[in-house]
C-alpha cells in the first residue's frame, strides 16, 4: 500500500477533474491541506460506501455484544420457539 497522498487546497482547485479521475482509479484517500494543515480527505464513491457499509456492520456487532453484557440476548433454541408460535398463530 502506498502512503497516503496529500495535496495542498490550491493543488485540488487547480486540478479537481484529475484528482476525480486519479481517486476513481487508484481508490486511495488524498489528505487535503490548508496552511500546511490537514483539513480534509477526498475518496471515491465505491470506496466512501464500502466504508459506510462496513461502519454499519460494526455498529450491528456492537449492539449485539452490548446486548449480550447486558443480559437481553435469548438462546437460539429459544427464538426459534418463539418464533413457530408466532407463525401458528398466524395461521
Same mark, same amino acid.
Given at each position: 500500500?502506498?502512503?497516503?497522498?496529500?495535496?495542498?487546497?490550491?493543488?485540488? %482547485?487547480?486540478? =479537481?477533474?484529475?484528482?476525480?479521475?486519479?481517486? =476513481?482509479?487508484?481508490?486511495?484517500?488524498?489528505?487535503?491541506?490548508?496552511?500546511?494543515?490537514?483539513?480534509?480527505?477526498?475518496?471515491?464513491?465505491?470506496?466512501?460506501?464500502?466504508?459506510?457499509?462496513?461502519?454499519?456492520?460494526? %455498529?450491528?456487532?456492537?449492539?449485539?455484544?452490548?446486548?449480550?453484557?447486558?443480559? %437481553?440476548?435469548?438462546?437460539?433454541?429459544?427464538?426459534?420457539?418463539?418464533?413457530? =408460535?408466532?407463525? =401458528?398463530?398466524? %395461521?
Amino acid at each position: 500500500m502506498r502512503p497516503t497522498r496529500v495535496k495542498p487546497i490550491s493543488y485540488v %482547485k487547480a486540478n =479537481a477533474a484529475d484528482l476525480i479521475r486519479e481517486l =476513481a482509479e487508484t481508490r486511495e484517500p488524498l489528505v487535503i491541506t490548508q496552511n500546511g494543515q490537514a483539513r480534509a480527505v477526498m475518496q471515491d464513491v465505491a470506496t466512501y460506501e464500502a466504508t459506510q457499509e462496513t461502519l454499519a456492520l460494526l %455498529k450491528i456487532l456492537a449492539l449485539g455484544k452490548r446486548q449480550l453484557d447486558e443480559g %437481553k440476548a435469548i438462546p437460539l433454541a429459544e427464538a426459534v420457539r418463539r418464533l413457530r =408460535a408466532r407463525r =401458528a398463530r398466524r %395461521k
